[in-house]
C-alpha cells in the first residue's frame, strides 16, 4: 500500500477498500457480458482473485520493505 493509503484516516481507507472491491465487481460483469457467461461467476471468479492478488502483492511487498507507489 502506498504511504497515502497507509497515512489516511481509517474512513477513507475503507472507503478505498469499498471502491477497489466495487471496480473488481464492474469488471468481472463486464467480461461476463463480454464473454456471454454467468455473471455471478465472473464476478465472484475476479473479485476472490483480485484481492487475493492485491494481498499477496501487499504482503510481499511489506516482507522485503518496499513501497511502491
Excluded at 464492474?26 to 465472484?44: H, K, N, P, Q
Amino acid at each position: 500500500m502506498s504511504a497515502a493509503i497507509l497515512l489516511a484516516p481509517s474512513d477513507q481507507r475503507h472507503r478505498d477498500g469499498d471502491d477497489r472491491a466495487r471496480r473488481l465487481a464492474l469488471a468481472g460483469w463486464l467480461s461476463a457480458r463480454i464473454g456471454a457467461s454467468s455473471v455471478r461467476v465472473a464476478v465472484t471468479r475476479i473479485v476472490i482473485g483480485g484481492t487475493a492478488g492485491l494481498g499477496l502483492t501487499y504482503a510481499i511487498g511489506r516482507a522485503f520493505g518496499t513501497v511502491v507507489g
